[in-house]
């Protein structure tokens, strides 16, 4: 390879240091801004996600919050009904319902559950992906298709009053495994097991895109017409990539839910969707570094102003929005890269499609 | 027999709206290729310029003369939705032509900053605008009773599609936005300036959003994100006509309103929705580029 | 060279295309042999283009056959089949991956199982080095391996795209205007490569430059509104009064 470079300008080099800082940041922050903080690492693993789907291999979801949401709900399912402890929830008895449909008593088993919380998403992700990028439906196409995916759902979600809340959502979270949501232990291991989570998420997904599975990804991007004609059936690859990020965006929901206590289909609409896209492009796409900044940074400030200044908050998530698309298609790594690109001379700019490696 | 023909003319009259809708979004996504997610806030900004005029009319303007109103809200709307559209292009999509999912991107934040000018402006919660007097009843057609406001809305969008087949197909302005669109270098060369007709083109389209806001006012009550229950819809119908196909958004607007309306009329309202996703996939399986495409020898 | 139908590699019988009223391909035929290098020449809109999209699976015929290695059908087969089956494309503008090294990108191309396990499993075995290796050296680009490949010059990238079907072992090669855009000094580098790749496959070419089509040429084929009009060496095709009519007439021949 090139000369060879310190660990701390690579981006496990980075990371690393992120994680640490992240280990030891509770111990400085109060239980309220920890638990807030363990959200956000938790859509920082749905923003890894997003960025091998839209960074790496081209094709933008704004169906995330779907995904997420089906990761959130079936988790907030299984919690409902230990929390109700074998009764009815309260919103079903106001439905009138008078035992628990078949699908709530599935999940009613936690490895059931937990694991549906993943692959559920990916099921819906595989179909929708088999039957649109078979056909070559692909770019803002599929991207409006997605969108109108995460529309239907919503809709149905809301209106199925009885098994889901409706749109007041599930809210009556108490107990996991027996340990109470709401004390800060049980948050706290929850902080560490999502920290843990994103290390794995990180680790591995960036062992993928510097695979060759990692090549074929931005390959597509790049020039998928090309790469059939390279004997690659891309429609799989595609299908492939967009259910593991799915089943990402699934495991975010997961560790959300468990450490917010509540869900409801706002979290999961249109708009948040297309906040999940912002995160990763503030970031920078096909980084997977930057995406994790993205989510850290972007909800970090959207909590704090929304609370201070809600209305500025909205110009400024706006115009961050146009500036970043317009001026920074590499997001804030364009910074980063700027102080690589010093030290490693005319490779700094295979940063993008093909990490460094060590 | 009169529940069928009161079905179909409910799938209709959501046809015409979603069409409506669609119709400045087939100027600016299927002739530009450019994804404007502010679209439903352009419609919103004609709902409220139609809002506006109607305050006028009733702080000023003697009671006898208020249902005039509405014939003064539709320009209005059209000009004050274009105004910001030729805006939201100079700023904006200027720089994104080519880069369809980054318009998409860039302009959903447009319509963020949108939505909260009209929450600054107007408050955030919805308000009602009142329908004039000779749309609020029921006409009798054969044995139906329909909402005049539905009959006029369908009239309207009928006229609004014959008026834009006229300007792109017959006029030297709509002759010359398609050319730029179809080979921009070569009506460049030509002596076209395509800066401008870039920002007509998109500005025409923006102002069929407003028209379209001032039409739904028609139906209910408006408020700072009244587009953002459209926007997604909206594009559906153009994606499903096939894109840069005007009769393809005219015969899926109608199409997808009245499956809508049946799949309704037998499950409901979001069972309905679902089915006419599920439909949406399949037609796309057999007519991956929408219902009307021209085969081409283009690589895309 | 004379040989029986069954030992053709490719046969496409009566072949036609049709884009709304337009006949792009008119009832064409056309034979390839074993390690063939042949040129199809032909005036603008003769269809020769379309003729390669249609071996590659771009395009698909509206009648007729496609016949390769006596019996695949490969009218229907989707682009990565026929490419998996041994036949390659190179477009005329070149067409490779701009973000990735020139080597990654004859990784990408190489003759192997390309199914998603294959690929999630894959390793860069010596073997395969050498491959590439080997390959970078026959088109000249073995110092620029680890540069982006968007970073090559014009000519560069032509070759590149060359080796990257080549690393697919295709037994047909499909060349679309390989020389255009190319200097002096690049156009022989080009003739000598195809000189040098037929021996190990057979090679289509589409090609304007007349100079160019004599100096390598075995075979040509002309076509002329989407049929035949003629084939034969460059010596016949020049003599034939019907080939100087419709194309020779029109100037193009310098």
């Known amino acids: ?358 | 027999m009169e529940a069928i023909l009161l079905q179909l003319f409910n799938g209709l009259s959501l046809g015409s709206i979603l069409l409506l809708i669609a119709l400045g979004l087939a100027i600016t996504f299927g002739l530009m290729n450019v994804i404007n997610m502010a679209h439903g806030e352009l419609i919103m900004i004609g709902a409220y310029a139609a809002y506006v005029v109607q305050l006028l009319f009733l702080t000023y303007l003697p009671e006898g003369m208020f249902s005039w109103y509405f014939i003064f809200a539709l320009p209005a709307s059209f000009l004050l939705a274009a105004f910001f559209g030729w805006l939201l292009e100079l700023s904006v999509i200027r720089h994104l032509y080519g880069r369809p999912l980054d318009s998409l991107l860039a302009t959903f934040g447009a319509g963020l900053i949108l939505q909260q000018l009209a929450r600054t402006i107007f408050g955030a919660p919805n308000v009602g605008v009142q329908s004039p007097t000779f749309l609020a009843g029921t006409i009798e057609i054969f044995t139906l009773s329909i909402p005049a406001s539905r009959l006029f809305i369908l009239l309207l969008v009928a006229a609004c599609v014959g008026f834009m087949f006229y300007y792109f197909y017959k006029t030297k302005s709509g002759m010359r936005i398609r050319a730029v669109m179809q080979n921009r270098k070569m009506a460049s060369s030509l002596g076209i300036n395509t800066r401008r007709v870039d920002s007509t083109t998109f500005a025409i389209g923006a102002g069929f959003a407003g028209v379209a806001g001032t039409v739904l006012t028609l139906i209910g009550p408006i408020g700072p994100t009244l587009g953002t229950a459209y926007i997604v819809d909206a594009f559906m119908v153009v994606v499903v006509g096939g894109v840069g196909m005007l009769i393809g958004t005219v015969a899926s607007a109608l199409g997808i309103g009245m499956f809508n309306t049946i799949f309704e009329y037998v499950t409901n309202a979001s069972m309905g929705r679902v089915l006419v996703f599920i439909l949406i996939i399949l037609v796309l399986q057999w007519r991956p580029n929408g219902l009307f495409h021209l085969r081409t020898r283009s690589l895309d | 060279m004379p040989t029986s139908q069954q030992a053709n590699l490719l046969n496409c019988e009566d072949i036609t295309v049709q884009f709304g009223d337009f006949k792009a391909l008119n009832h064409f035929s056309f034979e390839l042999e074993h390690r063939e290098l042949h040129f199809l020449i032909g005036p603008n809109g003769a269809g020769k283009t379309t003729f390669l999209d249609v071996l590659c699976g771009l395009t698909k015929v509206t009648k007729g056959n496609i016949t390769f290695e006596k019996d695949k059908s490969i009218k229907d087969m989707p682009e990565y089949e026929i490419a998996r089956n041994g036949i390659g494309r190179k477009f005329q503008a070149p067409s490779i991956f701009p973000r990735l090294s020139v080597k990654d990108n004859l990784e990408l191309s190489m003759k192997q199982k390309k199914g998603i396990w294959d690929i999630l499993r894959a390793t860069l075995k010596n073997e395969d080095k050498e491959r590439i290796d080997s390959q970078l050296e026959t088109i000249g680009l073995t110092e620029e391996a680890m540069q982006e490949a968007g970073s090559l010059s014009h000519g560069q990238k032509q070759w590149l795209e060359i080796g990257m079907v080549m690393m697919q072992e295709p037994q047909v090669l499909l060349l679309d205007e390989p020389i255009a855009g190319m200097t002096e000094e690049e156009e022989e580098k080009t003739g000598d490569l195809l000189t040098k790749l037929r021996e190990d496959c057979s090679i289509v070419v589409v090609e304007h430059d007349m100079d160019f089509v004599r100096e390598y040429s075995e075979r040509v084929t002309v076509m002329h509104e989407g049929a035949l009009l003629s084939e034969g060496t460059m010596q016949e095709i020049q003599a034939n009064d019907m080939v100087k009519e419709v194309y020779l007439g029109q100037g193009r021949v310098s």
């Open chain 1, 1 to 358: 390879m090139h000369e060879r470079q310190s660990f701390f300008t690579t981006k496990q080099g980075v990371f690393t240091i992120l994680i640490v800082i992240l280990a030891i940041l509770p111990l400085l922050m109060s239980d309220f801004q920890t638990n807030l903080l363990g959200r956000f690492l938790a859509f920082a693993i749905l923003a890894v996600g997003l960025d091998l789907l839209w960074g790496y291999t081209g094709v933008l979801s704004l169906g995330h919050g779907i995904f997420f949401g089906f990761g959130a709900y079936i988790t907030a399912i299984y919690i409902t009904i230990e929390s109700s402890g074998g009764g009815l929830p309260d919103f079903m008895m106001w439905s009138g319902m008078t035992e628990l449909p078949w699908l709530w008593q599935l999940l009613s088993n936690p490895v059931a559950a937990l694991s549906l919380a993943i692959l559920v998403p990916m099921f819906v992700a595989t179909l929708l992906g088999f039957f649109t990028f078979r056909n070559r439906i692909k770019g803002v196409y599929f991207t409006i298709l997605t969108q109108a995916l995460v529309l239907t759902m919503v809709t149905l979600i809301i209106s199925q009053q009885q098994y889901t809340g409706g749109s007041d959502g599930l809210t009556n979270l108490q107990t996991i495994f027996g340990f109470s949501l709401s004390s800060p232990q049980t948050q706290l291991v929850l902080y560490f097991l999502t920290l843990i989570v994103l290390t794995v998420v990180f680790f591995s997904s960036l062992r993928l895109v510097n695979s060759r599975f990692g090549k074929v990804m931005v390959a597509i991007r790049d020039g998928e017409n090309r790469l059939r004609f390279s004997g690659y059936n891309t429609a799989h690859f595609k299908t492939v990539v967009f259910t593991l990020s799915a089943g990402l965006a699934g495991l975010s929901g997961m560790l959300f839910v468990m450490q917010i206590g509540i869900v409801t289909p706002t979290m999961i609409d249109i708009i948040p969707s297309i906040e999940m896209a912002l995160w990763v492009a503030i970031g920078g796409r096909g980084t997977l570094l930057g995406p994790v900044f993205g989510a850290l940074l972007a909800n970090t400030g959207s909590t704090y102003f929304s609370e201070s200044f809600p209305e500025v908050w909205t110009y400024l998530m706006g115009l961050a929005f146009i500036i970043v698309i317009i001026y920074l298609p590499k997001g804030l790594m364009t910074i980063g890269d700027k102080l690589t690109k010093k030290r490693r001379g005319s490779h700094a700019n295979q940063s993008a499609g093909k990490p460094t490696k060590l």
